[in-house]
C-alpha cells in the first residue's frame, strides 16, 4: 500500500487529487490538511463525495505527516512547499508538489517572478520535473518531484516534438492560451465572481505571467538552444480547461503532412498525448475529466507558420492528474493506473 498525504486538501487541486485517490484500492489517505476547513469531514465540504471519501480535514502536524507517509503531495501556494520538502527529505520520504518552488532552476529568476526568497537551494537542485513525456526516467528515481504549471503544460507537449528536432526558429514562438476559471485557485477574489466572468474574456497576466520563464527554461532544455517566447493567458467563461494556440516558425520549409506525421511519431506511444487526424482541431470539453491532451496541428501554406492547437482539463493533465501520473511512476505502477478515464460530454 502507498501511504499518501495530501497538504491543501480543500483547494481545486486538493480536491481532485482526494477524487483521484481516494478509491484506489493500492493507496491509504493518511492525512488530508486544511487551515480553513479542519475538523471537517472533506465530504461535507465537498458533497461530490458523499458517501465515498468520509476523512477528517485536520491541521498540518509536519512530524506527524512525514513520518506517516510514503508521499506528500503539496497543493498549496508557491513558497509553501519549501519546509515540507525540507522535512520530507530528512525522513526519506517523497514530495510532489503542484505549485511553483521546485520548477525553476535559477533561485534568482524564481525570486525575480514569484516575489518571495527560496530557502532551499540546495532541495532546487535534487528537483526533478514531472513532465513524464519529457523526463519518465528521471521521475522514477525521484525525490522532490516539480510539477509542471498548467498553461506550460499544454504548450510544452504542443511544442515538444518540433523542439526536440531542432525545427523551430529561435524567437518566433507565440503562444495564446485560454483557460477556465478554475486555475485561480479557490480563494475568494473579486474577478472570479460570477458576475465579473460570466459573458466575458479577458487577457492577464500580459507581458508578465509567472509560467514565462519555467515554458522558456523547458523549451531551451528541449532544443538545446535559447529560447524566449510570447505568452499571453486569457480568462474564459468556463470552469475548467485549457486551450492553447500555438503559431512558430519552422526550418527547411516542412510540409502539413510532414509535421503532423512528426507529431505521430513522437506521441504514438503515449497514452495521455493524443494527436488528432489532420483537419480535426481539439475542444475543451472533449478533455474534462481525463489525463490527456489532444493536439491538432497544421502549416498555414501562406505564411509557412506551424499552428498548433492543444488542449487539456488544467485540474487534471495541467495538475492533479499530472501528479498521480507521476506518483505511479515513483512507486513502478503502470503510469496510466487510476487515470484511464473518458472526457465528460456534454
Avoid at 17 to 43: M, N, P, W
Avoid at 75 to 90: F, R, S, V
Avoid at 147 to 174: A, D, E, H, Q, Y
Wanted: net charge negative; hydrophobic share 40%.
Amino acid at each position: 500500500m502507498i501511504h499518501v498525504s495530501i497538504i491543501g486538501a480543500t483547494g481545486y487541486t486538493g480536491v481532485e487529487l482526494v477524487r483521484l485517490l481516494g478509491l484506489r484500492k493500492d493507496v491509504v489517505l493518511d492525512h488530508l490538511t486544511s487551515r480553513t476547513y479542519a475538523g471537517q469531514k472533506i465530504q461535507e465540504v465537498f458533497p461530490h463525495l458523499y458517501g465515498s471519501i468520509d476523512h477528517t480535514c485536520e491541521e498540518m502536524d509536519l512530524e506527524q505527516v512525514t513520518a506517516d507517509s510514503d508521499v506528500i503531495f503539496v497543493a498549496l501556494p508557491h513558497g509553501h512547499a519549501l519546509p515540507i520538502a525540507k522535512k520530507a527529505k530528512e525522513k526519506g520520504k517523497k514530495v510532489i508538489d503542484l505549485g511553483a518552488d521546485f520548477r525553476l532552476k535559477d533561485t534568482a529568476v524564481y525570486e525575480e517572478w514569484y516575489k518571495v526568497a527560496h530557502t532551499e537551494p540546495g532541495l532546487l537542485e535534487e528537483a526533478v520535473y514531472g513532465l513524464p513525456e519529457w523526463n519518465r526516467e528521471a521521475i522514477k528515481d525521484a525525490d522532490i518531484i516539480a510539477n509542471p504549471g498548467c498553461f506550460v503544460t499544454s504548450i510544452l507537449l504542443g511544442l515538444m516534438p518540433l523542439m526536440k528536432k531542432g525545427l523551430v526558429v529561435p524567437g518566433s514562438v507565440i503562444c495564446d492560451s485560454k483557460s477556465g476559471t478554475s486555475g485561480a485557485g479557490r480563494s475568494e477574489k473579486v474577478d472570479n465572481l460570477f458576475t465579473e466572468v460570466e459573458s466575458s474574456f479577458k487577457a492577464y497576466g500580459v507581458a508578465h505571467h509567472r509560467h514565462t520563464p519555467e515554458i522558456e527554461q523547458l523549451l531551451t532544455e528541449m532544443s538545446g538552444t535559447e529560447t524566449l517566447i510570447q505568452f499571453t493567458p486569457h480568462l474564459v467563461p468556463m470552469s475548467r480547461g485549457i486551450l492553447s494556440t500555438i503559431y512558430a516558425d519552422v526550418t527547411g520549409g516542412h510540409s502539413a503532412e510532414a509535421i503532423h506525421a512528426i507529431f505521430e511519431e513522437a506521441y504514438a506511444a503515449e497514452t495521455f498525448v493524443q494527436v488528432l487526424p489532420a483537419g480535426m482541431w481539439p475542444m475543451t470539453k472533449s478533455v474534462r475529466g481525463t489525463n490527456v491532451c489532444q493536439i491538432g496541428v497544421t502549416v498555414d501554406p501562406r505564411t509557412g507558420k506551424v499552428i498548433i492547437v492543444s488542449v487539456i482539463d488544467n485540474l487534471m493533465k495541467g495538475a492533479a492528474g499530472q501528479a498521480v501520473q507521476n506518483m505511479n511512476l515513483l512507486f513502478g505502477l503502470d503510469e496510466t493506473t487510476g487515470l484511464n478515464t473518458i472526457g465528460l460530454f456534454p
